[in-house]
């Protein structure tokens, strides 16, 4: 998506060799012309997928995920990190490692919101270790949910998490594709 490539360009900092920080239009704040080309974009990708519900995890996926959700005209659930007060106890939960904040998450949805047989596109905004969607698909395995995509707003070509999803023969379609950072550029793959 030549749109978000740019916006990375313009906007996007690098850190190290494995951080890109896109702050002041993903993850922080919210650019909603950009979210709303972007969940346009997904729902072009998987019109053909039927797709039930959306899935993500909070916080940063819940942007993209929204306005993907208004796209497909369909409901958008998201993992929480915490439980409050007013969760039930009957739910399901998986552990997420967070890369860039060096944590694991137990996250957690009630099980009134994702049914037996329901067809789940989950969205994330990076994939690198793949842990996050790795999580969401052990809920969708545990509510007996069917996973029929994955899509990811920035791609991070030269970590793992892309060959986990691979292996699970799930389809994936990402944005943008970075293959490195190089003297704190971005060097998007093909």
Sequence with gaps: MKLLEERIKQDGRVIGTEVLKVDNFLNH??????MKAMGDEFARLFADAKVDKVLTVESSGIAPAVFTALA???PMVFARKKKSLTLSED???ADVYS????ETNHVIVDKRF??????LLLIDDFLANGQAVEGMMQIAEAADAEVV???IVI??????GRALLDERDVRV????RIAAFEDGEVIFAD
Excluded: M
């Design 29 to 34: 704040q919210v650019d909603p012309a950009l």
């Design 72 to 74: 497909l005209n369909v």
């Design 91 to 93: 739910h399901y939960t």
């Design 99 to 102: 890369f860039t904040k060096q």
């Design 114 to 119: 994702i049914q037996p047989g329901e067809r």
């Design 149 to 151: 995509g994955v899509g």
């Design 155 to 160: 791609e991070k070509t030269f970590q793992k």
């Design 173 to 176: 379609e990402s944005l943008a």
